[in-house]
């Protein structure tokens, strides 16, 4: 596996799903990552802490820039528990639990999420603003309720597919109903 590739294709995607979601500073991006897929195995079968440095290396210098949270869903062991900085959890109301993730019970993305970030805390649910789901890893559970696909031009990090989304809000009325353009 080539890191600066996976790296590059990380923060490619990042930035893509930023410029297309219109995220504001302090909305939420959930991670769901699978370091088996990306490096071509089958899902929690090859977990890689190097993949997962490499991702984080990509994704979080360019959410940050602009003020975005990364919020890391852990694997399903600990029932796709999400980790994310103190501060996110305190602005959101999210109540933080007792774990701490490790490669083979939580994953390697969160893991190194963990390590990394200021002052992180795990909690059971959020409702981000948008995501990526690198490797199949499901991370609908914490999107707001109206989901939009993103179509983005990189489709794979490493070998692992890439799916993307954002949220918009819900449309309410009817017929009769206006809605605001910027918001859709």
């Not at 993949?51 to 399903?76: D, M, N, T």
């Not at 639990?97 to 993305?109: D, T």
């Not at 409702?127 to 696909?149: F, K, N, Q, S």
Request: proline share 3%; glycine share 10%.
């Amino acid at each position: 596996m080539d890191l600066k590739q996976i790296e590059q294709q990380a923060a490619l995607a990042a930035a893509e799903v930023l410029e297309q979601a219109k995220l504001q500073m302090g909305d939420i991006c959930v991670i769901g990552c699978s370091t088996s897929e990306v490096g071509g195995e089958k899902i929690g079968s090859a977990s890689s802490m190097d993949i997962a440095g490499a991702i984080f290396r990509g994704i979080q210098p360019v959410l940050r820039a602009r003020g975005i949270f990364l919020a890391a869903q852990c694997c399903e062991h600990l029932n796709r528990a999400i980790v994310i900085e103190r501060e996110a959890a305190e602005q959101y109301g999210y109540a933080p639990v007792n774990v701490l993730p490790q490669p083979k019970a939580g994953g390697s993305f969160a893991t190194t999420c963990w390590q990394n970030f200021m002052e992180p805390v795990a909690v059971e649910h959020i409702r981000a603003h948008a995501g990526i789901d690198i490797g199949g890893t499901l991370i609908g559970m914490h999107l707001r309720e109206v989901a939009v696909p993103l179509r983005i031009s990189q489709k794979t990090i490493g070998e692992a597919i890439v799916l993307c989304a954002r949220t918009r809000l819900k449309f309410i009325g009817g017929a009769r109903a206006h809605y605001q353009e910027d918001k859709l």
